[in-house]
Nanobody, 124 residues
């Protein structure tokens, strides 16, 4: 049974930093893709970054490019999202998701497995 668990959310002031973790457990293909999504109240879920399990350049949404960094530790089965220079509009529930389809994407329907989400609030 595939399971993804997010952690690291919380309250952070504008301009601050936060690191989210996505811990993956369960059987899966050797090649898979992990993405981070977020959803603000009243808004659609937004894909913000994805990374492959085997390398290659990650992809970022324009809204976070240059501020957020996705990385992975395959030995620990953890994918991280380093959030720097956060802004109030970064507030939302952050989810990690896994796709075994063979390509990365920022589209939610491409992902079959989801975590429960972790709340990030950017406020002074």
């Amino acid at each position: 049974q595939m399971q993804l668990v997010e952690s690291g959310g919380g309250l952070v002031p504008p301009g601050g930093s936060l690191t989210l973790s996505c811990t993956i457990s369960g059987s899966r293909k050797d090649i898979y893709y992990i993405a981070w999504f977020r959803q603000a109240p009243g808004k659609e879920r937004e894909g913000i970054s994805w990374i492959s399990s085997i390398g290659g350049d990650p992809e970022y949404a324009d809204s976070v490019k240059g501020r957020f960094t996705i990385s992975r530790d395959n030995a620990k089965n953890i994918v991280y999202l380093q959030m720097d220079s956060v802004r109030p509009d970064d507030t939302g529930v952050y989810y990690c998701a896994l796709s075994g389809r063979g390509w990365g994407s920022l589209l939610a329907y491409e992902y079959s497995y989801w975590g429960q989400g972790t709340q990030v609030t950017v406020s002074s």
